[in-house]
């Protein structure tokens, strides 16, 4: 049984005092919410003040990327022991945001996913298609090469140590949402494309949906037998969303 994962994404967002009152408001929350993992992602310069606000609490935090080497002249970069040493169990990884505004490549990515698990993090990795892809009929195409770039650096058993998050460019920030049976669809052919090479890691893994969920479209999208949960950008800013969302998997 997999266990629900809801993730807040808080992109560049905040500042000491609101993301202190956002945590302060989450973790309130959190005795309503027991089945679901939950994790949040700040924005770098807060991650050490959020997971102090974190303890004690069973929220768990992430990073919004993490450096694909460990220590050295990468200006600007974050690496895995940095990211561990503030707090972090997660890292998302290759989110659209990264790959279409900053250049990531399916290869940095793959190698971003493999620092993270040399430095015990567990990869929150992103993929999925653009609405022209959509329209051109290769979305599943578009998904299996994002994952075949892992599985060439990492293997497949890679998969097992973190979780997939497929969010439709289309769907991120946009309040276009994919309907339940489309997300179904294609979470169902991403694991059914990784059962094809290890069935067991197919059935372990946890995918989630990412792209304007809130609390009017969460249960239903998190009832699809393939969705294990959500990344949430624009609603997880907001605790009273945000707790919401965690609380449809109850
Ligand atoms: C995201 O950026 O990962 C995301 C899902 O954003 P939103 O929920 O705002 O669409």
Not at 2 to 9: D, L
Not at 194 to 207: F, K, P, Q
């Amino acid at each position: 049984m997999r266990q629900v994962m809801v993730a807040g994404n808080w992109k560049m967002n905040g500042s000491s005092e609101s993301v202190k009152e956002l945590m302060a408001g989450i973790a309130a929350g959190m005795s309503s919410v027991t089945k679901a993992e939950v994790v949040v992602c700040p924005p770098a310069v807060y991650i050490s003040r959020v997971s102090g606000a974190a303890d004690g609490s069973a929220v768990k935090v992430g990073s919004q990327n993490i450096c694909d080497e460990d220590s050295g002249a990468f200006t600007g970069e974050l690496s895995g022991d940095m990211l561990k040493d503030v707090g972090c169990e997660y890292a998302i990884i290759g989110h659209s945001e990264r790959r279409a505004l900053y250049g990531e490549t399916d290869e940095l990515v793959a190698k971003r996913f493999a620092a993270a698990r040399r430095n015990g993090i567990k990869p929150l990795f992103c993929i999925g298609e653009t609405l022209e892809e959509r329209e051109s009929g290769v979305t599943n195409d578009v998904c299996a090469r994002q994952i075949d770039a892992v599985i060439a650096l990492e293997g497949v058993e890679a998969l097992a140590d973190g979780v997939i998050a497929y969010e439709p460019v289309w769907a991120i920030g946009t309040g276009k949402v994919a309907t339940p049976e489309q997300a179904q669809e294609v979470h169902a052919f991403i694991r059914g494309k990784i059962a094809s090479l290890n069935a067991e890691v197919a059935e372990g893994l946890r995918i989630l949906y990412g792209g304007s969920m809130n609390p009017g479209n969460a249960k239903e999208l998190i009832g699809q037998p393939d969705i294990d949960g959500g990344l949430i950008g624009g609603a997880s800013l907001k605790a009273e969303d945000f707790l919401a969302i965690c609380q449809a998997a109850e």
